[in-house]
C-alpha cells in the first residue's frame, strides 16, 4: 500500500514562513510527479506548485517567487518553503504525487492535508 503522509503546517503570522513536507511511503518503485495544492473554504481546489523527478518545477501564479518547491528523491520527500504568507493562503494544503508501486501499478496519491493558518 502506498500513502503519503504530510506535515508542518501551523498558525504563523502574515510575512512569515512555514515549510510542509511530504513522505511518499509503501511498497514503492518509483515517485514521479509530486506537488502541492491548496483548498481554502468556500473554493475550490488550487495548484500551487510542482516538481518532477527531473527537478522542474511549476508554480501557481499567486504563490511566484515566495513559494518554492523541492524534493528529496532518495527519501521520497516533496517539500514547500513558503515565505511572505499572506492570509489568503490560508487553506488546507495537500500533497499529491505518482507513485510507481514495487508491482508496478501506478497510483495518483492524495496525502490527508494540512491546514495552515495565517492570522496576526
Known amino acids: 500500500q502506498v500513502q503519503l503522509v504530510e506535515s508542518g503546517g501551523g498558525l504563523v503570522q502574515p510575512g512569515g514562513s512555514l515549510r510542509l513536507s511530504c513522505v511518499a511511503s509503501g511498497s514503492i518503485f518509483s515517485v514521479n510527479a509530486m506537488g502541492w495544492y491548496r483548498q481554502a473554504p468556500g473554493k475550490e481546489r488550487e495548484l500551487v506548485a510542482t516538481i518532477n523527478n527531473g527537478g522542474s518545477t511549476n508554480y501557481g501564479e499567486s504563490v511566484k517567487g515566495r513559494f518554492t518547491i523541492s524534493r528529496d528523491n532518495p527519501k521520497n520527500t516533496v517539500y514547500l518553503q513558503m515565505n511572505s504568507l499572506k492570509p489568503e493562503d490560508m487553506a488546507v494544503y495537500y500533497c499529491?504525487?505518482?507513485?510507481?508501486?514495487?508491482?508496478?501499478?501506478?497510483?495518483?496519491?492524495w496525502g490527508q492535508g494540512t491546514l495552515v493558518t495565517v492570522s496576526s
Open positions: 499529491h504525487a505518482v507513485v510507481v508501486s514495487s508491482s508496478y501499478n501506478v497510483f495518483y496519491k
